[in-house]
């Protein structure tokens, strides 16, 4: 939706997703905003006269990709504080006589009013952009305000298969991410058309296209991220071992390319099966000798989402509030959703804790038959690894309070890889988050011990893969 804001004669009330024009707002309007936002949504400044005044007493929920102000004013962090309520809100028109004292008008040091509730990334990884402006008070009687003061983005991002199913979605998530200066979108085939449909968006990131082998090292100079959503879904007729096979192949020639252009980046692995493309991508990096445990994640953020969502359903919790960590793997029962540990503190039955597991592990499963053969989970997948892409970011810009679940390199348990929660920092992984592990209940410990064979076996079928394949040099 676009509302267009040239006068305000009366109370309007919108809902989100929306794009606030002020274009042509008469110079003596005050333009007061009195509610709560949930983003993703865009606020388009440009052609603002000096001498507008933009108020704002509302609470903010950054529930969805991160907020951006367009034009003449950059977008801001805010500082969060659990229990804000999401709600449509009102935009009235008031005359400079009625403006409160304690606000400022839209000239050279800006300054909005105003107050976030935790961001899209999870109640753990709130004020997405909270480090990107710093916060200073103005006036005594503004109790929230955040001067606004422009930084430009400064991390480059790169979609390794983008053209596909989840690349360009998660394209488009990326692209509206104020911490992203360029984006460079590659594929095998068809990416110009993506790449030129995104760089219509107005978000600052500059959009680059890439195609074929010839032009993937170049996709991949001076890249902060990358993530490799690349490969092939599962199709009739084809066995585990043919999706492995193809999805393998690919995840190692990118990785190569990784190793020789960007060795420092953050790799994110998207492509199934993570459980064996994580361990494959290590074991090619060992081999280019440029192995940093702490920045190789597998993208297991969907299951978080998948839990989080179950959970506030099953129980009639605020969304925003819940928070569910799931440990082990990628795949089937290797996916376990710590229910115990849900964030707020809530009690589940038996036949709940079961209902719940089972459906968090199958929710793949569950979007390919309501596709009816048409598809898979491409965008909730793409939301997870843009919301992972989003702490990332956030992690290298300096922000201290980043938690994600992730599959990585571990010593948890006994095995070398293994998914839970982690904080990440400038040089990716700072802690892995062991408590999680800790007063299981019989069943989560049950299930724990059970999803070891499994997550074993996949393991050591991707580093026995990546062995006995040739690295290029």
């Known amino acids: 939706m676009v509302l267009a804001i040239s006068s305000l004669e009366a109370e309007a009330t919108v809902r989100l997703p929306f794009l606030v024009d002020l ?39 950054a529930t969805a990709a991160a907020t951006s102000f367009i034009g003449s004013v950059a977008p801001y962090g805010a500082q969060a504080r659990p229990g804000s309520k999401s709600k449509p809100f009102g935009i009235r028109n008031y005359s400079p006589n009625y403006l409160p004292r304690s606000f400022s008008g839209l000239k050279a040091a800006t300054s909005v009013s105003c107050e976030s509730d935790s961001s899209f990334l999870g109640n ?43 690349g360009q979605p998660l394209s488009l998530l990326i692209k509206m991410s104020p911490l992203v200066s360029a984006l460079h979108l590659y594929d095998i ?13 107005n978000t600052p990131s500059q959009v680059l296209d890439f195609t074929g082998a010839s032009e993937l090292a170049n996709s991949l100079k001076g890249v902060d991220v990358v993530v490799i959503p690349a490969g092939v ?54 081999q280019k000798g440029v192995y940093d445990p702490k920045k190789l994640f597998g993208v297991t953020t969907l299951d978080v989402v998948r839990a989080n969502t179950f959970v506030a359903q099953k129980k009639n919790l605020k969304l925003i509030d819940v928070d569910v960590p799931v440990v082990g793997g990628h795949a089937g029962i290797t996916i376990l959703p710590l229910l115990s540990k849900t964030k707020p503190s809530v009690s589940f039955t038996d036949e709940e804790v079961e209902e719940l597991t089972v459906r968090i592990q199958n929710a793949g499963t569950e979007v390919v038959e309501a596709k009816a053969g048409a598809g898979s989970a491409t965008l909730s997948m793409a ?6 892409v989003e702490s990332s970011l956030r992690a290298l810009d300096g922000d201290a309070d980043v938690y994600e679940c992730s599959y990585i390199q571990s010593e948890l348990i006994e095995l070398p890889f293994f998914a839970s929660r982690i904080k990440l920092g400038k040089k990716g992984v700072e802690a892995v988050i062991s408590a999680d592990l800790q007063g299981l209940t019989d069943y989560e410990a049950k299930a724990l011990e059970a999803l070891k064979p499994e997550l074993k076996a996949s393991i050591e079928k991707g580093m026995a893969f990546a062995q006995k394949q040739p690295v290029a040099a």
């Open 23 to 61: 274009k042509g707002l008469p110079s003596d309007h005050v333009l007061v905003v009195e509610a709560t936002l949930s983003p993703p949504f865009l606020v388009d400044l440009k052609g603002l006269p000096s001498d507008h005044v933009l108020a704002t007493d509302y609470k903010m929920a």
């Open 124 to 166: 753990e990884s709130y004020a997405a952009l909270r480090d990107s402006f710093a916060p200073r008070a103005e006036k005594r009687n503004q109790k929230f305000e955040n001067h606004l003061q422009p930084r430009a983005s400064s991390f480059k991002v790169a979609v390794l298969g983008a053209a596909g199913g989840i």
């Open 189 to 201: 085939a068809n990416v110009k058309g993506v790449a030129a449909d995104l760089s219509h968006c």
């Open 233 to 286: 879904p599962r199709k009739p007729g084809m066995t585990r071992d043919d999706l492995f096979n193809i999805n393998a192949s690919i995840v190692k020639n990118l990785i190569e390319a990784v190793a020789d252009n960007c060795p420092d980046a953050f790799i994110h692995i998207v492509s199934n099966p993570v459980n064996s493309t994580v361990p494959i991508a290590a074991e090619i990096l060992k």
């Open 383 to 388: 939301y997870a690894a843009a919301r992972f």
